[in-house]
Nanobody, 114 residues
Framework: QVQLVESGGGLVQAGGSLGLSCAAS????????MGWYRQAPGKQRELVAT???????NYADFVKGRFTISRDNAKNTIHLQMNSLKPEDTAVYYC????????WGQGTQVTVSS
């Protein structure tokens, strides 16, 4: 089992910045992929960004150039730096750990006001 604890999020004005962090614990494998997904009201959950334990990052087109994902393998944590936030970025953001199965955090609300 893997447990994920998210922190960060909150309310910010359009054009502002926020950071999200996620700490993984439990049966952590040395090779894994962690990332962030988001779900807005009435919409399906969608990928935001992922990063492998080797440091390879993947971004959704709608966040490229604005969001940066990073990780600290020694601490089993990932961080999502979100800049130039837009009202359409408003959603619940979920941390994800993948290794032959998905584990999810409880979610953290990000609200961007116009």
């Amino acid at each position: 089992q893997v447990q994920l604890v998210e922190s960060g999020g909150g309310l910010v004005q359009a054009g502002g910045s926020l950071g999200l962090s996620c700490a993984a614990s439990g049966s952590i494998r040395s090779r894994n992929t962690m990332g962030w997904y988001r779900q807005a009201p009435g919409k399906q959950r969608e990928l935001v960004a992922t990063i492998t334990s080797g440091g390879n990052a993947n971004y959704a087109d709608f966040v490229k150039g604005r969001f940066t994902i990073s990780r600290d393998n020694a601490k089993n944590t990932i961080h999502l730096q979100m800049n130039s936030l837009k009202p359409e970025d408003t959603a619940v953001y979920y941390c994800n750990y993948y290794w032959f199965g998905d584990y999810w955090g409880q979610g953290t609300q990000v609200t961007v006001s116009s």
